[in-house]
């Protein structure tokens, strides 16, 4: 895939940004503007190209990334647009771990959104070069100096304006370019084909010398050829200017502002020139390191096309027609169709059938796929989200993908014998493809328990199922995924002896487990494994043994059946027998000491939090504010924009159940509100009892 391109003009980039900004709509321009679609999707009408899913397409929104390519100016972009919805944060997670730049859209009257700030700082973990594009300058309440310095209070100080707009609501009509000093005005009538340069306007030009400057000030920081001519006021050539601004970029130093109109087809081309000329190739980003399996050494990958070849298999997806689609970024050397590749992760060896590039569910076959692109192959028995390709004779371990704990869960049973193996299968295909899926069994009730993120996910899982497995069930009602914890130290011994004819089973463990000192919730411990034993007491080799029991131990909780967290365990004490002493009577030992110590730590529930941004016209503050506060919620800040209020508050997600018919009648369907998880926190001990009872069906 690469022979026929260069690496220096590969780039690899996502759109991500909060629901409704706008990415979606962005991306079908550019693909119409390079040339790969003739005719411009629209997502209101459904017939947007990358949103193909029929629920997407219901809905008019992005559930799943999908990816495709064009070419712009002599280079190939390859893209993947994201959702915006909190509920399918999984898909922006995992994204952005193979994406070597990013652009961030912004609503021009919202500004910085919640799930804004939300994937801009998933961004920042993984060190993305990143542009950002204010989008629908033509709204009524569009305000673009409004949106870059929420931009530069909540994101990067460091992002600053490239354009200016010209006009604003449903006068924008252009952009000011402040690295060329020139002004472009569109034509409605070309659908945006069409352009001119125009001047600077007059009531314009003393705005434009004053952001040019500031540019200037902040960017000749990153160049001492730069700051000399500025310091001396000497004239900047413009290619000397975009090479500045494209090292500070793909440094992670400088992020710059656009501005447009994605809908009214203004401004595309100018972004579309901003990832060619300021976003990285693979040859610019930093090189992966990556570990040896079963050692400690670790190992540089950089993208070079005669190296082992190595790729991070990103996505799985289950499509109708041709089976388990496996997506995946190659970081170096080649992979040819009919080759054996090994799972690092799963140990296996797995035969590649079948490479295609992917346009949104369309299909083009390769032969072959080079370092620096994205493709998928079609077939892999064994591979799941996060899993390391290699070279048969050269394994590394890439980096794996961390995915936030589900919030919600729904029982759900199928309503015939001959729907129990079809919902088999469809939890199994929808599992592979969702890392925030969670399905288990209640010991209890029989019942198979789903959990996700957010009733919105599982509402959109549970369709998938019917429609594209043809599985019918009956479905309960979303309840809250609590969690268990402890609030004192205790101490307790398991013992597993089992005397039989042969040879028997001899475990013996003394363990004490104490809650996690507090810390921040966002990034609360689950559990913390420590052995103080010594080889007289119990032999290194049954440890793990005794660290897999309790972590098994700890999926279920004693209080109602939830996973426990934020406890530390302690080995101190034990014995074993020469013969009969074994890894299972070990485990099961431990798992014993487990839950007696649980029982004796006063346990307690944790419950999801979420951080609820509602935006209001201020008539309805005081209403809204006293509602959060019945709903056991804290207000944390307060934004002011003109008439309108914009609240940031903690409610746990249990008092959020209906909330948008509730926040409808407070405001006469005016507020609007966003909702993502924050951290698990402890329950009040009097809720904390009610909840027990219930769950346990006293």
Aim: overall charge negative; aromatic content about 8%.
């Amino acid at each position: 895939m690469s022979v026929d391109f260069p690496l220096d003009k590969i780039k690899n980039i996502g759109f991500i940004a909060h629901i409704d900004a706008g990415k979606t709509t962005t991306t079908e321009r550019v693909l119409f503007y390079t040339g790969i679609v003739h005719r411009i999707g629209e997502v209101h009408d459904g017939s947007a190209t990358m949103d193909w899913m029929e629920q997407e397409k219901e809905r008019g929104i992005t559930i799943t990334s999908a990816a495709t390519s064009c070419y712009w100016k002599g280079h190939r972009i390859n893209i993947i647009d994201t959702p915006g919805h909190v509920d399918f944060t999984v898909e922006v997670e995992r994204s952005l771990r193979i994406l070597d730049g990013a652009i961030g859209i912004f609503d021009a009257v919202e500004g910085v959104e919640a799930q804004s700030e939300t994937v801009w700082h998933q961004a920042d973990k993984y060190d993305i070069p990143r542009i950002a594009f204010i989008n629908k300058m033509d709204r009524l309440g569009a305000d673009f100096y409004y949106s870059v310095s929420m931009i530069q209070e909540k994101l990067s100080p460091t992002a600053f304006p490239i354009q200016l707009p010209l006009g604003e609501e449903e006068n924008f009509y252009g952009i000011i370019d402040l690295v060329s000093n020139k002004a472009f005005k569109y034509k409605k009538a070309s659908l945006g084909l069409d352009y001119e340069e125009i001047g600077i306007p007059y009531d314009m030009r003393e705005k434009v010398e004053k952001y040019k400057q500031l540019l200037l000030e902040q960017i000749s920081e990153f160049d001492d050829y730069l700051l000399e001519k500025y310091l001396k006021n000497e004239k900047i050539p413009e290619q000397e200017l975009k090479r500045v601004i494209r090292q500070a970029t793909i440094a992670g130093k400088f992020h710059p502002i656009l501005c447009g109109s994605a809908l009214r087809n203004i401004a595309i081309q100018f972004l579309i020139d901003a990832i060619v000329y300021y976003l990285p190739s693979p040859l610019e980003v930093p090189p992966i390191i990556a570990h040896i399996p079963n050692s400690s050494e670790t190992r540089k990958i950089i993208a070079d096309e005669k190296a082992p070849f190595s790729a991070l298999a990103f996505k799985i997806f289950t499509d109708p027609n041709v089976g388990k689609l496996t997506y995946f970024r190659v970081y170096s050397g080649t992979l040819k169709k009919g080759e054996y590749v090994l799972n690092v992760n799963a140990n296996k060896k797995e035969r590649i059938n079948r490479i295609v590039r992917m346009h949104a569910n369309k299909m083009t076959n390769y032969s072959e796929v080079c370092v620096g692109n994205i493709a998928a192959c079609i077939g892999l028995k064994y591979t799941t989200t996060g899993d390391s390709l290699t070279a048969l004779d050269a394994p590394v371990l890439l980096e794996n993908i961390t995915f936030p704990e589900p919030v919600i869960s729904i029982a759900i049973e199928p309503k015939t014998k001959a729907d129990e193996d079809r919902l088999e299968e469809a939890l199994s295909h929808l599992s592979d493809e969702d890392p925030t899926f969670h399905i288990k069994e209640d010991k209890e009730t029989g019942q198979i328990i789903l959990s996700g993120m957010g009733e919105l996910h599982l509402e959109i899982l549970i369709d998938r199922m019917r429609r594209d497995f043809r599985v019918d069930a009956n479905v309960g009602q979303p309840r809250v995924s609590y969690k268990e914890t402890i609030t004192k130290e205790s101490e307790a011994r398991g013992q597993f002896i089992r005397q039989t004819g042969l040879r028997g089973q001899y475990g013996d463990v003394t363990i004490k487990i104490s809650p996690i000192a507090e810390q921040s919730l966002l990034k609360r411990e689950k559990i913390i494994f420590v052995n103080n034993t010594s080889e007289e007491q119990i032999p290194k080799e049954f440890i793990s043994a005794i660290e897999s029991g309790i972590h098994e131990s700890a999926e279920y909780g004693v209080l109602t059946g939830n996973k426990v967290e934020g406890v530390k365990v302690t080995v101190i004490d034990g014995s074993f027998h020469p013969v009969d002493s074994s890894e299972l009577a070990f485990k099961l030992a431990a798992s014993i000491a487990f839950n007696n110590a649980l029982k004796k730590a006063n346990p307690t529930l944790l419950e999801p939090i979420m951080r609820v941004v509602i935006t209001t016209p201020t008539q309805y503050f005081g209403s809204i504010v006293s509602n959060i506060n019945a709903r056991r919620g804290k207000v944390l800040d307060i934004q002011e924009k003109k008439e309108i209020k914009i609240i940031e508050s903690r409610i746990p997600l249990a008092e959020l159940f209906g909330y948008s018919t509730s926040l409808r009648s407070l405001s006469q369907g005016r507020a609007s509100y966003t909702m993502e998880f924050a951290f698990y926190d402890k329950l009040p001990n009097s809720i904390s009892k009610e909840i027990i009872e219930k769950i346990r069906g006293y």
